[in-house]
């Protein structure tokens, strides 16, 4: 007997892209200049002291187009063949592929063209990506007595290809057929150059993988997989790693001593140990490539000037992962309240990134290698609760929170020797404030490192503590003084999940907070306070009294980073709201009908003062800052909906 499947998922998309320097633009510039002119009646041209750059946002919102057409295409099939009794196969076949194109354009009567270039500007491209993908497994299943087992042992191909292209040119005739002519621009030809690229990637991940999974009468569990993986990313005599798992369970409730708990449901002790690999970044970092650096005249001929472009790694290996997790399940009140509680540690080994090198003997300053190692551990639990149950009205609380302990272990591997620490996320201009956070050997994550401040003096100058903990001027301290004062990666989350039934009706509302960490407030450090650029835009707390932030009234405290921008992170959101309506249908075709609204971003409860926390990123290597006020700040989002099952 066998069993076939096949489904196809199109989707198409067609979006107009932000623009995140325009944001920071509304941002900074005086607001009260006027968007229009007075003379002409067009937009009028705004300079900005913000980096010396002549931008109307509204103009440029309006007049720039900046779009993308996206399609998605999902087609995968299945075969599963019946082979006996306890015994059956299936081979899975998918593609997975999808389409961005993009298309920009800037008129010729922008004026920032105006008093620029003069010429309008347009630009096309295309991003492809297709993913290939074919498992063939087998499970075979047996019970003998009070033993059973279940044996899966299979085989995965999976190859990524990516490939693009992109031109643009500049100096149109005519405005009016925008991004769809580039030939008809004559700026390529006068100037001599092509402008345009195409690229194409690949990679392929093979595997191998096995899994038993074992009980003895429901009670005593045991679990043991292995996989072995191949990739195409690694240095040559490294492409293939092998990850073995194991996990065990004992179910307490089963044993003939716990019988007489009889408002005890479920009980179970587990514990798991596995190493996972992970090869996801870029193609070809472990060869030797080549690539263009301009061009060079010889003879009346134009020629491509070609050469390494970066550092060949042929010991490039997989990135590993050690897990360990130890955790209980229960049930208690006719299993009116469930939930877990789990003890996990992740050891990250040999992490894949960007390591600097000396240069010469190496072609480029940087090579991609596995260097570092980090290491997470904590607690999660979650509790599920059936509060109220009767005909008419239901009550539903689910609630998950998790701690998280985070520590950078080391930069060195035995290949690569180096510093115990380096100054990560620049600053943007104005000015050159320089780095905010230092990843060190032995310390969290996003731990900030610049000046402690010591308050503001009768002058309006911030004062900070130098490395001999005096009080100095900001103006005068020097880069030894500046030591760790906070870290951006938070150390507590929850979230609270309540769903309510009445009738037809339903009420879901989700709450979601994240507690224990700091926030580097760049609004308030660029333009939050009286010291800030001449003619720029200035945020209300420069002159509110009860901010701090007006305090710092000597132009000599610009630029300098400190911890007095920092600010409690935590908050506590209203994440999303969703009211529905059964409608009670009696129809032969249709099953069902439902109307909805749902309300996303609802209210945020913070401290923090540089508008939304979750505008700021708190994943990553580099959490708790943004290095610019080019973001977008988050909205709120009504969505209205209507669900029909057919029969």
Not at 60 to 74: C, E
Not at 476 to 495: E, I
Request: with cysteine; proline share 3%.
């Amino acid at each position: 007997m066998y069993t076939v499947t096949f489904n196809v998922a199109p989707r198409h998309a067609w979006t107009n892209l932000a623009d995140y320097s325009n944001f920071n633009y509304a941002l900074t510039m005086n607001p009260t200049q006027p968007i229009y002119d007075k003379t002409s009646g067009g937009f009028n041209y705004i300079q900005s002291n913000w980096g010396g750059n002549g931008n109307n946002p509204v103009e440029a919102a309006k007049t720039i187009l900046a779009q993308q057409g996206i399609n998605y295409l999902d087609i995968d099939g299945s075969l599963k063949l019946n082979i006996c009794k306890n015994l059956y196969t299936k081979i899975i076949l998918s593609d997975v592929s999808s389409e961005y194109r993009g298309y920009n354009f800037v008129p010729s009567t922008n004026t920032t063209v105006i008093h620029g270039s003069g010429r309008s500007t347009a630009s096309q491209s295309l991003d492809q990506y297709d993913q290939d993908n074919l498992e063939w497994f087998g499970n075979y299943t047996q019970s003998i007595g009070k033993h059973s087992f279940i044996l899966m042992g299979g085989y995965s191909y999976e190859q990524n290809v990516a490939s693009g292209f992109n031109a643009a040119n500049e100096g149109f005739p005519s405005d009016v057929l925008t991004y769809n002519n580039l030939g008809s621009g004559s700026y390529n030809l006068v100037q001599g150059i092509n402008n345009v690229g195409s690229y194409k990637n690949s990679s392929k991940l093979i595997s191998f993988f096995g899994r038993l999974n074992y009980d003895y009468d429901q009670k005593y569990y045991v679990t043991a997989s292995l996989r072995r993986e191949g990739s195409t990313k690694f240095g040559l005599s490294h492409k293939w790693g092998s990850f073995p798992a194991a996990s065990i369970a004992w179910r307490i409730t089963q044993e003939k001593f716990m019988q007489s708990f009889s408002w005890l449901n479920e009980l179970k002790l587990r514990a798991d140990y596995g190493i996972t690999g992970n090869q996801d970044f870029g193609d070809y970092l472990s060869q030797n490539t080549y690539g263009g650096f301009g061009y060079y005249p010889y003879d009346g001929v134009t020629y491509q000037d070609w050469g390494p472009t970066q550092n060949a790694n042929y010991d490039l290996h997989w990135e590993t992962a050690i897990n360990f997790n130890a955790g209980i399940d229960f049930e208690v009140l006719n299993s009116k309240i469930t939930g877990s509680v789990d003890y996990f540690r992740r050891t990250n080994k040999d992490l894949l990134g960007w390591y600097s090198v000396p240069n010469p003997p190496n072609l480029v300053q940087q090579t991609y290698a596995n260097v570092g190692s980090m290491r997470n551990s904590g607690i999660e639990v979650q509790l599920n609760a059936k509060a109220i149950q009767n005909t008419q009205f239901r009550y539903n609380i689910s609630f998950n929170c998790a701690t998280d302990n985070n520590v950078f272990l080391s930069f060195s591997n035995n290949l690569f020797q180096g510093q115990n620490y380096v100054d990560v996320v620049s600053m943007a201009a104005p000015g050159s404030p320089g780095t905010i956070q230092r990843l060190q050997a032995g310390k969290r994550i996003g731990s900030f490192y610049m000046l402690k401040s010591a308050g503001v003096d009768k002058n309006g100058e911030l004062l900070v503590y130098n490395k001999n903990n005096e009080v100095v001027p900001a103006s005068s301290a020097t880069f030894d003084d500046r030591r760790f004062v906070g870290n951006g990666l938070p150390k507590f989350t929850a979230n609270l999940d309540n769903h309510f039934d009445y009738k037809q009706w339903g009420l879901d509302i989700f709450l979601r907070g994240v507690f224990g960490y700091k926030i580097f407030n760049t609004n308030a450090f660029y333009m939050g306070t009286p010291a800030t650029q001449l003619g720029a835009n200035v945020l209300t707390c420069a002159y509110n009294s009860n901010s701090k932030y007006s305090k710092l009234t000597n132009n000599a405290s610009y630029g300098i980073l400190s911890d007095y921008f920092l600010e409690p992170g935590d908050f506590i959101k209203i994440d999303h709201v969703t009211l529905g309506y059964t409608v009670p249908i009696k129809n032969k075709d249709v099953h069902s009908m439902k109307i909805y609204v749902t309300a996303n971003n609802l209210k945020t409860f913070t401290k923090f003062t540089g508008g939304d926390p979750e505008s700021t990123n708190i994943n990553g290597l580099y959490p708790g800052v943004n290095s610019s006020l080019s973001y977008y700040p988050s909205t709120m989002q009504l969505m209205f909906g209507l669900i029909v099952n057919f029969e």
